[in-house]
Structures are given as C-alpha cells and as structure tokens.
C-alpha cells in the first residue's frame, strides 16, 4: 500500500480546499497504523536502560550484566505469553513477523517432510506469507490459496475440503492487514485440531487489539511484531506450542542454539523489553481502547457514509478490528484523493510496484473491479488518534471528494442513472 507524503500542505494541486485548522489538530496526521505505529512513551522508557547501564547480552552466563540481560528477557516473554494465553517457554524471539512467518512456514515445512507437503492458506495473507509459500513450493511443497468470499472471509467448508492426507499445516492470518476483516479463527483452529493439522497464523494485526488466546483457539504457531502494536521495530515473535501436540519447527537461522534451538543470533534486548512493555499494556487497556477505536472508527464510517454517494465499505463490518475502515469511493481516482489531503497519512487500494501502480490484490480477491479498487482508501486508527482528528479527516475527505468528482463526467453519468457498464463507448 501507498502511504501519502507527510508534506506541509501549501500545494493542494488545483483544488482550493478551504477547511479550517481545528484546534488540537497538528499536521500532518497520523492515520495509517496498519503500517506501523508511534511507539508508546512508556515502551521508550522501559527500554532506555538497556542501552546503557544494562547493556548485557542476555546469554553470558558468568557476570551481572548477563543476568539482568537475561532477568528482563524472561519478564518480557512473560508479559507476551499472558496477552495470547501461552507460556513464557512458548516464545521465540526473532526480528519482526516477516522472520516469524517464515520460520514457522519453513521451519514445519522441513520438519514435517515425512508426515506430508501439503499446505493451506488463503489469497488475502500477507506478502511475507505469499512469498514463503511460494518458496516452499519451489522445494517441493503443494500449497493451496483458498479464495476469499465477497467480506473478505474464507468459507470453512472450503477449508475442510482442502485438507488430505499429505496436509501438514494450515496458514490463515488473524485479522487483515488491509481491510481489518477477522477470519474465523476459533472454528479454524477447531477443525485443524480434529484434523491433526498443525495451526499456524500471522496475528501481526490482530494481537494487542482483540482478544488472543491460544489454547481457546487451539491455535498451534503464531507470529506477532512489536511495531504493529505501540512497540519498537525489528522485533517480533513465535509462539510454539509445546504440549497437545508438541511443534517442532527446523531453525532457519543456525550458530549458538539460542532460543531453544530455533532461532540463534545474540537477543535484541532493549528490543524484546520494549515487545514485553507494549503487551502488558496492551493487556490492561485493550478492552478500553477497542471501545473507543470502534466508536471513532463507527464516527467516520457515518460521516463519510452519510455526505457522500456511491461510497462502500471493503470487508465484513460484522467481523472487524477496532480501528479499521476500507472504504471505496467509486468515481475518484485514489492517487488524486491522497494528494488532495496529502497532509493526512493514509493508504490507498494501489500498491506502487516498480514501474506501475496496481490494483491491491487484496481488493480484487473481494472481487472489486481495478477502478474501485484503486478508488479505496484504508483508514486506520490507532492509540493516538483523537475525535478531533478523525472530524477534520472525514471534512477534509468529504471536501476533496466531491471537488473531485465535479470534474468527473462518469460521476454525473452515475449520478442520474446511466448504468456506465451498458454504455456504448464511441472509438476515435
Ligand atoms: C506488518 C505485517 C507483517 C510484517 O511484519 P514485520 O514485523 O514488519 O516484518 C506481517 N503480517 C502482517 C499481517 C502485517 O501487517
């Protein structure tokens, strides 16, 4: 997804957007917490410490500066293992969730040779899902994409009947990282228990957010990061369960054996500090902050919903992350809404690839055309947003909109009911 240029907003283009500055807004706005997050300044100072007086590495077991490295690991994998439900042994420290998705896929993929090669996930996971999937593929894997119905779920049944003899894990993620719609988590880890599959999901978006628990959800292999939740970047983790059943999962990363073998490379301590501190208050305060997430994310929906024409949302409302909205508005060309409130940090529906910009492939496999595809905008909201922000962002949309849409002769067209998929278009 791309994210607009946090540039101070003189050039608006050709559009005089004349909405004024509110008190309480600063520009430019964060709105894009899909991406990543501010790091919560109670996270920063937790880890202060650790980069100066405790420096130590957490695997010297001959002095003080280990212990105290050592002493604030083992509390870190605490305060995670209690926000999922896990046991601090189950955690394994690794560098993001890109590196936890590939461990756990790659890492089954290796161990459970013997058992099978089959794999099954679904068409909206992350890149770093995709793309691991496709590596394993290459060495020998069968790996099933299960389709996503129009709200962006998979349908269980699907599920049920891609699973054979050979099927060694299923990957599903917890919650969408573009249009924040929550798969079925529960009934998929159910099945795949019955099944004797291991579970394996990418809960990057999910974690700190709604509630995680992995024996309730019998969830097998989880990945999460610290910076998708108010925490640092370049540090994440694996959970691995140990007992009923107990996973194994080959390292990819070899030297030293740290973290019971999966993962070796001396701990990033003031970053795993820094994970621990971001879960513990995501434990305390997530029921709060969902609450207040979902009313301001409702308060935008309503806005935009009820000024606006020919606007829809992408993905289930019925089972959402708090703070997500992916709304399409049909007649607008993304690229030019993201200019006209360029002081605003959003992402639109087009992923700018090399040379061209294409559709999200996450949109289309809801089915939406390339144009309302690329007329989609996520909104995503987070700790740090407040009411006044979300009023300015949802005028300043509104504005630019419907300027845009003066200029559009396909939007007048819509708008007094010409069908535009019936139109006969005259060749020059
Ligand atoms: C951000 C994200 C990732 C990648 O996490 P990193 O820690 O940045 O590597 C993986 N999956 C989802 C769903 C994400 O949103």
């Not at 430019?28 to 501010?38: G, I, K, S, V």
């Not at 083992?74 to 046991?87: F, H, K, S, Y």
């Not at 189950?90 to 013997?114: D, H, P, Q, V």
């Not at 987070?382 to 396909?410: C, H, M, W």
């Amino acid at each position: 997804m791309s994210t607009t240029q946090n540039q101070p907003s003189t050039a608006q283009g050709e559009f005089d957007v004349s909405v004024s500055l509110p008190p309480g807004i600063k520009l430019p706005l964060y709105m894009d917490n899909h991406a990543t997050t501010p790091m919560d300044p109670r996270v920063l100072e937790a880890m202060l410490p650790y980069f100066t007086d405790k420096f130590g590495n957490a695997a010297s077991r001959n002095h003080s500066f280990g212990w105290e490295a050592e002493q604030a690991v083992d509390t870190a994998r605490e305060q995670i293992a209690r926000l999922i439900g896990a046991t601090a042994k189950e955690i394994i420290f690794t560098s993001g969730a890109t590196e936890s998705n590939n461990l756990a896929i790659k890492g089954i993929a290796e161990m459970y040779r013997e058992r099978g090669n089959h794999i099954i996930t679904q068409v909206t996971e992350h890149k770093a899902v995709l793309d691991t999937c496709k590596r394993v593929e290459k060495q020998g894997c069968r790996v099933t994409y299960l389709p996503v119905k129009a709200d962006g779920l998979i349908d269980i049944e699907d599920l049920k009947r891609a699973i054979d003899d050979k099927t060694i894990l299923v990957t599903i993620m917890f919650a969408n990282n573009e249009i924040g719609v929550l798969q079925p988590i529960a009934e998929i880890g159910k099945l795949c228990h019955e099944r004797g599959v291991l579970f394996h999901t990418d809960a990057v978006q999910a974690v700190g957010k709604v509630p995680v628990d992995v024996n309730a959800m019998n969830i097998d292999v989880l990945s999460l990061t610290a910076h998708k939740l108010y925490g640092p970047k370049g540090v994440g983790a694996l959970y691995v369960r140990r007992r009923n059943p107990r996973v194994q999962i080959a390292p990819q990363i070899d030297g030293g054996g740290h973290e019971r073998g999966m993962r070796s490379g001396t701990l990033n301590v003031p970053g795993i500090v820094g994970l621990g501190k971001a879960c513990e208050i995501a434990r305390e305060e997530m029921h709060e902050e969902a609450k207040r997430l979902t009313a301001l994310r409702d308060r935008l929906k309503e806005k935009l919903e009820s000024n606006l024409d020919f606007v829809h949302i992408n993905g289930s409302m019925e089972h959402h992350l708090p703070g997500n909205l992916n709304m399409s508005f049909v007649h607008v060309e993304g690229e030019s809404l993201l200019m006209g409130i360029n002081d605003v940090a959003v992402s639109s529906g087009s992923a700018c690839t090399s040379a061209t910009l294409e559709p999200s492939y996450v949109l289309k496999a809801l089915g939406l055309g390339d144009d309302v595809a690329h007329s989609s905008i996520r909104f995503g909201l987070g700790r740090f947003n407040t009411q006044a922000e979300v009023d300015y962002v949802a005028d300043k949309v509104i504005d630019v909109v419907r300027k845009l849409r003066e200029l559009s002769p396909l939007y007048e067209m819509a708008k007094e009911g010409i069908d535009l998929t019936k139109v006969q278009w005259q060749a020059h």
